[in-house]
């Protein structure tokens, strides 16, 4: 599993988080997937979440990117 990613049933009730945050991992997702053409989705999710890093969502977007290469490849 991805190190920035923590599952934790005493935290959002066991949803994916980024780690020690209370920000879904789907948060990123649905910015990701709500983008107008001129906007900057993980800007803006930066700008609104501070306590996840920059470095926490490279490293998600790195470990999904690996993922569905490693998918595709099979």
């Known amino acids: ?3 920035v990613i923590q599952i934790d ?3 959002m009730g066991g949803t994916p ?3 020690g ?3 879904p991992i789907s948060t990123l997702f649905d910015y ?3 983008v107008e053409p001129e906007e900057d989705p993980i ?3 930066l700008e609104n979440f501070p306590s996840v890093s920059p ?3 490279s490293d998600l977007l790195d470990y999904y990117r690996a993922k569905a290469d490693k998918k ?3």
């Open 32 to 34: 990701l997937s709500d």
């Open 72 to 74: 595709r490849a099979a």
């Open 43 to 45: 800007a803006e999710f």
């Open 17 to 19: 988080v980024f780690k």
């Open 55 to 57: 470095q926490q969502v």
């Open 9 to 11: 049933p005493e935290i």
């Open 1 to 3: 599993m991805c190190e």
């Open 21 to 23: 945050t209370r920000v």
